[in-house]
């Protein structure tokens, strides 16, 4: 004797259950995955939509919200960026800032290689204590050492000049570089360096030729941070500098565009979307490199 069918039994009640899978997971996927991307993406991006377009925005429409779209541009124009190029010393505050970070980078990126590898490598006395003291000199505001700093530059006469930014900037990139480099080196195997040591290698042979270039993701991390850093940095710029040719281009756009309670709004948003350029393009070259010496860096 057949049994009665059931109802909701059968390739039916797979189909159906499939079905609700499949839309479970695709509402799913846009609540956790699309929509939080969507909303990061806006987030992130909207800033450099709006110095776009208010760039290139005639004088008119800057503060014209009746008449035009704040959102918008109708009939725009390089008036903005062409003052801001040819009669404004923005070319020079580029080039300084260009100087500043690149000497600083590479004096810190010096200093945190022989640190990092002196605290993870050579294994003395208080070692893991110095690399969490050198961490914490990190989370010291700018803020509280740039008076000292200031008494300093001006006993060794080097106030008004880009070499007063060179060698006070690693002052706050050195510490981090130093964490970052110490991370990285830590997930480097300790038996490449023993064989080295056996084979009669002193350390610099192993630093040079085993560690860093093994080391070259967390070098380049560490390099564009502290590129970071320097390009964007404002109070130490803005203390230890007072001309305007040796200013760099944070402190530059804003001393030199905004003239008492007159804010150039087109020029001061071309030179914040020009100046950030340099960033975007270096972090496009190497982000793979940076994704990777993080991960090293932290997956200990």
Not at 48 to 71: C, E, G, R
Not at 150 to 163: C, K, N
Not at 275 to 285: D, E, K, Q, R, T
Request: glycine share 6%.
């Amino acid at each position: 004797m057949t049994a009665p069918a059931v109802e909701g039994t059968g390739p039916q009640l797979t189909d159906d259950i499939v079905g609700m899978s499949h839309h479970d997971t695709l509402a799913r996927k846009i609540l956790v995955i699309y929509l939080p991307l969507a909303v990061f993406m806006f987030v992130l991006l909207f800033p450099f939509y709006w110095m776009a377009i208010t760039a290139v925005k005639p004088n008119d429409q800057l503060t014209n919200y009746s008449a035009y779209s704040p959102f918008w541009v109708v009939g725009p124009t390089l008036d903005h960026i062409k003052y801001l190029l040819f009669e404004t010393s923005y070319p020079g505050w580029l080039w300084n800032t260009l100087i500043v970070a690149v000497c600083s980078t590479v004096i810190a990126l010096a200093a945190s290689v022989f640190a990092a590898y002196a605290i993870e490598r050579v294994r003395f006395t208080g070692a893991r204590v110095t690399g969490l003291l050198i961490f914490l000199a990190y989370l010291i505001p700018p803020s509280i050492l740039f008076i000292p700093l200031a008494f300093i530059v001006f006993q060794l006469g080097m106030f008004d000049s880009r070499l007063a930014l060179i060698l006070t900037y690693p002052t706050f990139l050195i510490p981090f570089c130093t964490w970052l480099l110490m991370g990285y080196f830590r997930s480097i195997p300790f038996e490449l360096e023993e064989s080295a040591l056996v084979d009669g290698a002193t350390r610099w042979q192993i630093l040079t030729k085993i560690v860093l270039p093994l080391a070259v993701p967390g070098l380049i991390s560490a390099g564009i941070f502290a590129f970071t850093l320097a390009w964007n940095e404002f109070i130490y710029a803005l203390t230890f500098i007072q001309s305007s040719e040796n200013k760099t281009v944070p402190v530059g756009v804003l001393t030199e565009l905004v003239r008492g309670d007159v804010y150039e709004w087109g020029s001061l948003m071309a030179g914040a979307l020009i100046g950030s350029l340099p960033v975007v393009i270096l972090y496009s070259f190497f982000v793979d490199y940076y994704v990777s010496s993080m991960t090293g860096a932290v997956k200990e």
